[in-house]
């Protein structure tokens, strides 16, 4: 979760095993996808990082 919002990635991972796009309408609304989805993604590395700040 990004500050309430799905990961950007949920739908590369679920979309084989349910139909996320239809959860992730059903959950939230548009604008609150867009600020989810919307805007340059996280290197993995970064990801990284940010994680290991927030168990800190």
Same mark, same amino acid.
């Given at each position: 979760? %990004? &500050? *309430?919002?799905?990961?950007? %990635? ?5 979309? *084989?095993?349910?139909?996320?796009? !239809?959860?992730?309408? =059903? $959950? +939230?609304? &548009?604008?609150?996808?867009?600020? !989810? +989805?919307? *805007?340059?993604? $996280?290197?993995? @590395?970064?990801?990284? @990082? =940010?994680?290991? $700040? %927030?168990?800190?």
């Amino acid at each position: 979760m %990004n &500050d *309430g919002l799905p990961c950007r %990635n949920s739908i590369g991972c679920y979309k *084989g095993r349910t139909d996320i796009i !239809a959860i992730l309408r =059903e $959950k +939230f609304t &548009d604008e609150e996808l867009r600020k !989810a +989805f919307s *805007g340059t993604p $996280k290197s993995r @590395i970064e990801r990284i @990082i =940010e994680s290991i $700040k %927030n168990e800190g």
